[in-house]
């Protein structure tokens, strides 16, 4: 019996810029976008085996020198991304940037990176990569954490959290980006180049709350707060995606992209769980069903012509609102129809005239307040059954190289928020990219078990597989996987 996989803390430490930030950048106003988000953060993890290192090296002493490197690069990346050493002020309209710095801790298991992780990915375990359940009511954290954890073999795992009040998903990359560009300078004695530096939203797009002048309705509050939640892993491999795409298509939607058909298949199994459980309760037979609502979010960078620089940083994420009135009785083409239906209302409602005349982000803020408006009621109403989703697949996390080479493996955890779906590039047989899926699926711990067993999901998606395809199973279904495989 292989013993359990503990991570252990070693030390803590704050991070401070290499250099001070200049006083007149002391404070920086967050935007509508920003101050619209939830206190809260989903860390990110990247898997590095150890791929330069010799049957001669000490494996302590490796390991330190990357630690060492990744904090003083982190120093300078802080230089530029001054706002997440910084603190949230009271009011929680703007950050104070007194360069507090942001926590780094490192951390090790007593085990392979294959074995610990790998063989059989456990989500208990990938949230002891880093810990967030403390960040909210910190006092200190406004922007960032950061955990490296070393394993016996070389390997290491770089974990790093960024709260939704200063940035979204593409925030996070360019940061990323940004980190392992100042490992390469450090190493060559060069610069971090240029094209790479942020430029805050707040600063220049995106208003602030009090720039437009009307009160902002607060975020809601974190829905059946009450209910445990656990997180489950299904991978869509590279050629599953494409007969997916076909059993989704029709006349109105002919061909779905992955986003639509993966997120209509999970879509329609949350639903039918929740459907089951009224069911169980005698609810059936209520006159009015429960509306099933998916909000999807989106990277505005990219809708605008021409589009916003990528490393343009703060929350950029608009939301669709796709509604299926008749729940888990809805087919997946019908649900791939309403996704793409409301795609094309969202262009409609705020990029399709940007063609033809200069459109900036402040023309949407009134629309911004408008969605969080409904979206807190949606939040609160007994009526509705909602589903958050979002697809990270066009970011390039596989490619965050420190300089030891690409991650094995990047996966995101503590999903602490119930019915959130998350996407991410994968299901390669590398365990890499490839045009594969990795959803990551927030549930409820006492609907885990039914998810797992959703016939129509296990047809295209793999539950937990080993990361790579290697050995080892996956759950306590080992050799279950997608039957569409078996016809390929």
């Known amino acids: 019996m292989a013993k359990p996989v503990k991570v252990e803390i070693i030390s803590k430490q704050y991070i401070k810029p290499s250099s001070p930030t200049p006083p007149e950048k002391s404070s920086l106003k967050i935007s ?8 809260m953060s989903t860390p990110l993890v ?69 074995d610990a992780v790998f063989r059989r990915p456990d989500p208990d375990l990938l949230e002891n990569f880093l810990l967030v359940q403390d960040l909210a009511g910190s006092g200190r954290y406004v922007g960032a954490r950061v955990q490296t954890t070393a394993f016996s073999c ?97 006349p109105a939607v002919e061909r779905p992209t992955r986003v639509e058909a993966v997120s209509a298949v999970i879509w329609r199994s949350l639903m039918k769980i929740n459907a089951a459980k009224r069911s169980a309760a005698g609810l059936q037979n209520q006159k009015k069903k429960k509306e099933s609502v998916l909000v999807q979010a989106t990277n505005w960078r990219t809708k605008f012509n021409p589009p916003l620089s990528a490393h343009l940083v703060g929350n950029l994420s608009g939301k669709l609102i796709c509604r299926a009135e008749n729940g888990p009785d809805e087919d997946l083409k019908s649900l791939v129809g309403y996704i793409r239906g409301e795609m094309r209302a969202e262009h409609e409602r705020h990029f399709a005239e940007t063609s033809r005349k200069k459109i900036g982000v402040d023309d949407v803020v009134e629309a911004i307040i408008d969605f969080a408006v409904e979206f807190k009621e949606m939040h609160a109403r007994d009526d509705v059954d909602l589903y958050s989703f979002s697809s990270l697949l066009t970011f390039k996390f596989h490619d965050v190289d420190f300089g030891w080479g690409k ?39 006492d609907d885990a078990a ?26 306590k279904r080992e050799g279950r996987g997608a039957k569409i495989l078996s016809s390929l």
Request: net charge negative; glycine share 12%; charged share 20%.
């Open 450 to 475: 039914a998810l797992e067993e959703d016939e129509e999901l296990l047809e295209f998606a793999l539950f937990n597989p080993p990361v790579g395809g290697g050995g080892g199973g996956g759950g």
């Open 154 to 250: 070389g390997g290491m795992a770089v974990a790093i959290s960024l709260t939704h009040k200063i940035g979204d998903g593409a925030s996070l990359q360019t940061f990323l980006q940004t980190w392992a560009a100042a490992v390469a300078a450090r190493e060559k004695s060069t610069p971090i180049p240029a094209e790479l530096f942020p430029e805050f939203a707040s600063d220049s797009i995106i208003l602030s709350s009090s720039d437009v002048g009307v009160p902002l309705p607060t975020p809601p509050a974190a829905r059946r707060e009450q209910v445990r939640t656990t997180t489950r892993r299904f991978v869509f491999r590279p050629e599953v995606i494409e007969p997916l795409r076909r059993r989704c298509s029709s």
């Open 32 to 39: 509508v976008m920003d101050e619209l988000n939830y206190v």
């Open 407 to 445: 991650p094995a493996w990047v996966v995101f955890t503590n999903l602490i928020l119930e019915q959130f779906v998350l996407f991410l590039e994968g299901g390669g047989r590398e365990g890499k990219g490839g045009g594969g899926v990795e959803a990551m699926v927030s549930i409820g711990e």
């Open 46 to 114: 990247l898997f590095y085996p150890a791929a330069d290192i010799g049957p001669e090296d000490d494996v302590v002493s490796y390991l330190d020198g990357k630690s060492r490197l990744l904090k003083a690069a982190l120093a300078d990346t802080l230089t530029l991304y001054y706002p997440y050493a910084g603190v949230l002020t009271d009011a929680g309209n703007s950050i104070d940037c007194n360069d507090a710095g942001i926590e780094y801790v490192e951390a090790a298991v007593d085990g392979t990176l294959s």
